[in-house]
């Protein structure tokens, strides 16, 4: 522990925090570029209060990390808490300072309400800062907790361009623009799950700010349940941000000496626009979040999902095995459909054995099948649901989330398992061990079928709270217990994409989708906080499944070979010419997943009705570059295609990697079949030939060795 001085710093090569707590409060006073000299950073502080502001209290200019209403704070307050004889009043204030190496931790009391205070920050190797709030009861009365944000920090005056990605079930991730003036931008999910509909994320720029250039600071919670984030433009001219869970009713309520914890929030400043700050959130996914398990040399999956759905038949999954194996698939995962009496999608969760009669005996001719083929296996489990109609739920109907004075509501004719009940807990810990230590099981996917809109729990308290930290607990024993299991996070579709999850798991299946146009605009908005090394992305049938849009085997090839690639479709529909493609794709992507999975990536600015994206070795020596086209809304001649992040005076052989064969080729190879100047490629760029809509094209760069 530290004396208090008046300012703390935290800073790398790429940010500077400075946190001021002279008015005894933990306040980000600046947060940007790095400063060296901080000191006289410090020293051009001043106080509000020789202003003069008219009709205020003298309140000081910066925020502070958890802000209150009584110290002259007009936004959203960073806490809220009542005793239940309705005293509410809490103003913390600072007692102490925690310095590590790259973190601080700022300690404060509030005597007269009883409660203690702690803010951690910490700052990583990944130039992303973990910000996590905890709040003590201290008093010997119960401690109703309304909100507790894990961070509020405020932000430079012009910074009023906001970046969401908001969507539905289906089309994800879609990126949306919002310039706050005076007022407040708010993101709220009550969902009990991180959503469709919103990502905690916000990217918040200047009205210079592009995918390239610019200062921009990102913001996400790391939380897969209710949530809130508030961007305030207030009558100050200050701008406050502020993350947090949402929390329901008397869901939180601190007995004695007990914690409640905050997610944590993941900030970063880039001053190199939304691909720098991209990056830095990709390298924390890498290095930090799945780093333990990650492999970047991802596999090849085959998902059984859209090519059966639920009529599983040995024979049938045997001759996709084979033919996986024979196109170069190397995972093949058994999804929905497998276990006792599920014939659709109205019965049998919770039961997690082999169905009898599909599967006589058990999994284990499938996997003996599969490994023989030279894959892994993988299976499909949705372990928070129950079915009505299953021996689990006919054996204990308690279990699930219920409200006290109705029936619970079905959603997909499914309830939603009390996951916080230790026995639940027990029973699915038990059931999913049973199934990993039974089996040679290499792969989890780990779904998550509905929304928790009926979340009262057994002691007829809200339970969205309890239910994320129950389901992280089993994930983590899971994890412990069997530490070679590769998991996804899949939520019908991109429904529980969140770095909280993914503290935990190591993939993320972003949407059901599988139209490869759709999926381009979802993976770029996907891309804004996740690597492709954590994004599934597979080769749907000919006619897509939820678009009923035909698309050709090169664009849904090429598109998928830029995630972490899979196939999902019916490999005996396929015709010759469409297995030929899909090889060489497979055998593209095995040639290219270092590069696509270790790069730095960048979005590349292009028009609507196109999609553009960079891949860029680590060591500069290669780069890969994709572009598609999306409809036909342009010009009649084709544009040429600016690069990013190339060294000027490098000279790059480029060539045409995807599509392997087509009319293009000759095109392509005329124009660059001389080594290219990085300085050209990023003023001049790549003259495209002219596609088609629904047409993707995708180039490799090595760096030339100098004449
Ligand atoms: C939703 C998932 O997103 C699909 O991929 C599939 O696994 C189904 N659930 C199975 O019910």
């Not at 700022?106 to 973990?130: K, M, P, T, Y």
């Not at 944590?264 to 996914?285: E, M, R, T």
């Not at 489990?381 to 409200?403: F, G, I, K, Q």
């Not at 906080?529 to 897509?544: A, D, Q, T, Y």
Request: aromatic fraction near 10%; charged fraction near 20%; proline fraction near 5%.
């Amino acid at each position: 522990m530290s004396s208090l001085s008046p300012f703390y710093t935290l800073t790398s090569l790429k940010q500077t925090l400075l946190f001021d707590t002279r008015k005894g409060k933990p306040a980000l006073a600046y947060w940007g570029e790095p400063i060296i000299d901080v000191n006289s950073l410090g020293n051009q502080f001043r106080d509000a209060e020789h202003i003069g502001l008219p009709a205020l209290p003298a309140v000081p200019r910066s925020i502070c990390l958890t802000p209150v209403l009584s110290e002259g704070f007009f936004g959203s307050p960073g806490l809220q808490v009542h005793r239940f004889d309705c005293s509410w009043d809490t103003n913390p204030t600072l007692i102490e300072v925690i310095e590590g190496p790259s973190s601080l931790e700022f300690g404060s009391r509030c005597d007269a309400h009883g409660i203690e205070l702690h803010q951690r920050v910490h700052l990583n190797d990944a130039d992303v800062i973990e910000f996590q709030t905890s709040l003590i009861n201290r008093a010997a009365s119960s401690l109703c907790v309304d909100s507790c944000s894990a961070i509020t920090v405020g932000l430079p005056y012009d910074f009023n361009s906001i970046l969401s990605l908001h969507g539905r079930w289906g089309l994800e991730f879609q990126p949306q623009r919002t310039v706050v003036g005076q007022g407040t931008f708010v993101i709220e999910n009550r969902t009990g799950r991180t959503s469709h509909d919103s990502s905690p994320t916000m990217l918040i720029g200047d009205s210079n700010s592009s995918q390239n250039a610019g200062q921009v600071y990102g913001f996400h919670l790391g939380w897969s349940g209710n949530y809130q984030l508030r961007y305030e433009a207030l009558a100050t001219g200050q701008k406050a941000v502020q993350l947090g869970e949402l929390l329901l009713p008397g869901e939180v309520i601190l007995e004695p000496h007990e914690t409640y914890v905050s997610p944590i929030a993941y900030l970063s400043f880039s001053n190199a626009g939304f691909n720098g700050l991209s990056q830095h959130f990709h390298a924390h996914v890498n290095a930090v979040l799945v780093g333990g398990s990650s492999n970047l040399n991802k596999p090849v999956h085959f998902n059984t999902w859209e090519a059966l759905y639920f009529s599983h038949d040995l024979s049938r999954l045997f001759t996709l095995a084979e033919r996986a194996a024979a196109v170069g698939a190397e995972r093949f995962v058994l999804d929905d459909g497998w276990f006792k009496g599920r014939k659709s999608d109205q019965s049998s969760l919770g039961d997690w054995t082999p169905d009898p009669v599909k599967y006589p005996d058990g999994l284990k001719p499938l996997i003996d099948k599969v490994e023989a083929l030279g894959m892994e296996f993988g299976l499909w489990v949705e372990p928070e649901m129950v079915n009505p109609d299953s021996d689990l739920y006919r054996a204990h109907p308690d279990w699930v989330l219920r409200p006290s004075s109705e029936d619970a509501a079905l959603a997909r004719h499914q309830l939603v398992l009390d996951i916080a009940r230790a026995e639940v807990q027990e029973y699915l810990f038990q059931s999913v061990s049973d199934l990993l230590s039974q089996n040679r099981i290499a792969y989890l996917k780990w779904d998550m079928n509905r929304v928790i809109h009926q979340p009262t729990g057994q002691d007829g308290r809200p339970s969205v709270s309890r239910y994320v930290r129950s389901l992280y607990a089993l994930l983590a024993k899971l994890r412990k217990a069997f530490p070679h299991v590769v998991i996804e996070s899949c939520a019908s579709g991109g429904g529980r994409a969140d770095f909280g999850i993914l503290r935990y798991t190591d993939r993320i299946w972003p949407s059901d989708s599988n139209d490869a146009l759709d999926r381009l605009r979802i993976q770029q908005g996907f891309s804004y906080l996740f690597p492709v090394s954590v994004m599934g992305s597979h080769v749907g049938p000919r006619k897509c499944h939820l678009t009923g849009r035909e698309l050709s085997m090169q664009l849904r090839a090429g598109v998928a070979m830029l995630g972490h690639m899979g196939i999902e479709c019916d490999l005996t529909q396929l015709n010759d010419d469409e297995l030929d493609t899909l090889k060489s794709a497979l055998a593209t992507y095995k040639h290219w997943r270092w590069l696509t999975m270790s790069g730095d990536f960048f979005r590349l600015e292009v028009d609507d009705s196109e999609s553009a994206c960079q891949f860029v070795a680590q060591d500069g020596s290669a780069v890969l570059v994709s572009y598609a086209l999306l409809d036909s809304r342009r010009p009649i001649l084709p544009r040429r295609l600016k690069l990013v992040g190339l060294e000027a005076a490098q000279a790059y052989q480029v060539e045409l990697i995807w599509p392997v064969k087509n009319k293009f080729h000759d095109f392509c190879q005329e124009i660059i079949s001389t080594p290219v100047m990085g300085e050209v490629l990023m003023q001049w760029g790549i003259e495209l030939p002219r596609l088609l809509p629904g047409s993707i094209i995708t180039f490799a760069l090595r760096a030339a060795p100098s004449r």
